[in-house]
């Protein structure tokens, strides 16, 4: 029986019985150069510009069979491969221009020049073997034709610089508007946008209640004068008054004014030494004032001279008199003490012992500068001191001074401070 061929890659099909003892040449001949082609082949195909046919014969090496063909030589004409059902890869790699690969006598696919495409014989004409990616990473891409509107594109394949793509008249593309003249807007005239300058004319302008007044001119810019009104979300005023003050409302206007109650923390002095602790250049204003004792203690014992004391004073100086002041302690039965030259802290002083606490003084009297005090202290072995006085001055008081009764005994121990309000 005569040997037949394959319909698509021409391989020789042996007759039952044929070519004993060389079938194997046939077969080796089929497997290793003509499947080889068809599956990997790789053939350069010179192209001579004009109808260049490239043939699959029946059991033998052709051009066609080969998967990857590159063409070389001149574009611009036609490369007509056999009607069998055949995936092709080509490459232009011609000098120039497109080359169109199809079946004799049907349309084909133009490959462009230098572009690698891949392509199918359907048995009819050559096609394009892919149209559709479920994902597609690229790294650059370069268009043959511009991207149509219709597909996400603008249609155009250029762009002049600085103007502006704005869609045309019929609503199927885009045009552009150049900018024009320095300083020009893109303008609309309800229909269409175009590039003109800005009217700078101002017909009118008022700023209604706001307690701001605009400038007269019609031209250019409009400057406001005068203040925002509290009644617009201003504050109708126009300074920010002293470091410090905050913005105070009597119910209709606002106001830059001190704080109606500031505390001001002193600065620690430590009570390891002397025989008295001043704080001085306290500002005037003040309505309380807090001294706070961190352990305190002094040399020796007993009722009287080692018992701490408090003084306040004025711009002529720390008063020693006319105090009226006690101190109260219970130790198995209260100790009651008093003095008339300063703020009584405590009735006994108990050696070794230090005192943690706090004396307050409070202006009672603005006109009379009269100050009354009160304060607890306890002290290191577990008792508790009550005070409380009072002392008017003859001017705003200014300092205050801690010491001892007798004014001799020696701060041995701690740390006092104040904190004033005003």
Avoid at 52 to 64: C, E, F, K, Q, Y
Avoid at 91 to 100: E, G, M
Avoid at 194 to 202: E, I, K, L, M, P
């Amino acid at each position: 029986m005569a040997s037949t061929y394959s319909t698509n890659l021409a391989l020789e099909l042996i007759g039952t019985g044929d070519q004993t003892g060389t079938w194997g040449t046939t077969t080796n001949t089929n497997l290793g150069t003509l499947l080889e082609q068809a599956i990997s082949g790789y053939v350069t195909q010179a192209c001579t510009g004009g109808t260049d046919t490239l043939t699959i014969p029946n059991g033998a090496s052709g051009v066609a069979r080969n998967m990857y063909i590159e063409l070389t030589g001149t574009g611009g004409g036609t490369v007509v491969v056999p009607a069998n059902k055949k995936l092709y890869l080509i490459y232009n790699n011609c000098s120039s221009s497109a080359v169109t690969v199809k079946v004799s006598g049907q349309t084909g696919v133009s490959v462009p020049n230098t572009s690698k495409m891949f392509l199918v014989c359907n048995g009819t004409d050559v096609v394009n073997a892919v149209n559709y990616f479920a994902s597609l990473g690229l790294g650059s891409l370069t268009l043959t034709t511009p991207l149509a509107v219709t597909s996400g594109g603008t249609g155009q394949s250029s762009v002049t610089a600085y103007n502006v793509i704005v869609g045309n008249s019929g609503g199927t593309g885009f045009t552009s508007v150049a900018p024009g003249a320095n300083g020009n807007v893109l303008t609309s005239n309800g229909t269409s946008w175009t590039s003109s300058a800005v009217s700078s004319v101002v017909s009118s302008f008022s700023a209604g209640s706001t307690g701001l007044t605009p400038s007269t001119g019609t031209t250019g810019a409009v400057t406001l004068a005068g203040t925002l009104a509290a009644a617009n979300g201003g504050t109708g005023i126009t300074s920010a008054g002293t470091s410090g003050n905050v913005l105070t409302s009597n119910g209709s206007a606002w106001t830059s004014a001190a704080p109606a109650s500031r505390v001001t923390l002193g600065t620690p002095q430590a009570s390891t030494s002397g025989t008295y602790i001043d704080f001085t250049s306290i500002p005037s204003g003040v309505k309380r004032i807090t001294v706070t004792l961190t352990g305190v203690g002094s040399t020796g014992s007993g009722a009287g001279n080692p018992c701490l004391l408090i003084q306040i004073g004025d711009s002529g100086g720390i008063e020693t008199s006319g105090y009226v002041s006690s101190a109260s302690v219970t130790d198995g039965a209260t100790l009651n003490a008093s003095s008339t030259a300063g703020f009584l802290v405590e009735p006994v002083h108990n050696s070794g012992t230090t005192g943690h606490g706090s004396v307050s003084f409070f202006l009672a009297n603005s006109s009379s500068y009269s100050w009354v005090s009160a304060g607890v202290l306890g002290d290191s072995s577990g008792l508790s001191r009550m005070s409380g006085g009072s002392k008017s001055l003859s001017a705003e008081l200014d300092r205050i001074r801690l010491t001892t009764v007798g004014g001799t005994a020696t701060f041995s121990a701690g740390e006092i401070n104040i904190q004033y309000e005003i």
